[in-house]
């Protein structure tokens, strides 16, 4: 369905029982809501109330001229206005990547809004090791072909613009300067349950950032997957909606 939020269309999918508690996935910076067809299924078939979305730019929402990345301001604003407009009150965010950091700023900012949070490969400050990375992806889409494909699949029409957004986006938060960005001092205004999630084999953050990240929220968890990637439910979904699920059962006991 499509939802007009701040301005804009959302594309977003629901599944599970509407009575069931409420989950809400929210994809990676070159991804969309499809990119969780394993957990979002899977949380349903367990009787949650899942709700995915395409975000502001991404796959079959209306498309954007550019990112306000790092921070993230629109896609925060388009959260919350979606939760109040879905009525998914007091709801656990999982977020993957760029999804992780938007769910970040949303419990930093209305910590009494959420029942639990989930961070998969979310991104809190700039590290030097970001930049290969990017540039990596840069490399993939403009030489192979099946690499373009697959975000096509995923962004039809819009797939380049996506793309540049991301690309642009982030080579610029870069350009700015390390230190021109940093969360950790708000990482303490969270207070609902938390679990940090990152693969050790993660191609753009090394492990003390997820360190870090447990560190500054109070009572999180971390998990540091072996031969994890960063894309870690993609990747390996039994794994991680097996670890997801036990945690969503500590939230709601």
């Known amino acids: 369905m499509q939802i007009e939020t701040n301005g804009h269309r959302l594309n977003v999918i629901q599944q599970g029982p509407d009575t069931g508690r409420p989950v809400v996935l929210l994809h990676h910076g070159l991804g ?65 990547s760029d999804g992780g950091t938007i769910a970040l700023y949303l419990a930093a900012s209305a910590p009494e809004a959420l029942a639990g949070l989930v961070t998969v490969a979310a991104h809190i400050y700039l590290e030097p090791k970001m930049i290969p990375a990017i540039q990596a992806l840069r490399e993939a889409y403009d030489q192979h072909a099946a690499f373009r494909k697959g975000l096509a699949r995923l962004h039809g029409s819009q797939v380049q613009q996506v793309f540049e957004n991301w690309y642009q986006g982030w080579r610029a938060a870069h350009a700015r300067g390390l230190e021109a960005w940093d969360m950790r001092p708000l990482l303490g205004r969270i207070t609902c349950p938390a679990l940090v ?52 059962k500590g939230v709601w006991k």
């Open 197 to 248: 999630v990152q693969g050790l084999e993660d191609e753009h953050a090394t492990p003390q950032h997820a360190q870090d990240l447990a560190a500054g929220i109070p009572g999180a968890q971390l998990w540091l997957v072996p031969r994890g990637s960063h894309l870690l439910p993609q990747d390996s979904p039994a794994a991680f909606v097996t670890r997801l699920l036990d945690f969503l």
């Open 32 to 96: 969309a809501a499809r990119s969780w067809e394993h957990t979002l299924p899977a949380l349903a078939e367990a009787g949650y109330f899942v709700t995915a979305y395409d975000r502001w730019g991404y796959g079959q929402s209306d498309s954007r001229p550019a990112l306000d990345l790092p921070d993230f301001q629109s896609d925060v604003n388009d959260l919350a206005a979606l939760l109040d407009q879905l009525s998914l009150h007091q709801p656990v965010l999982v977020g993957h």
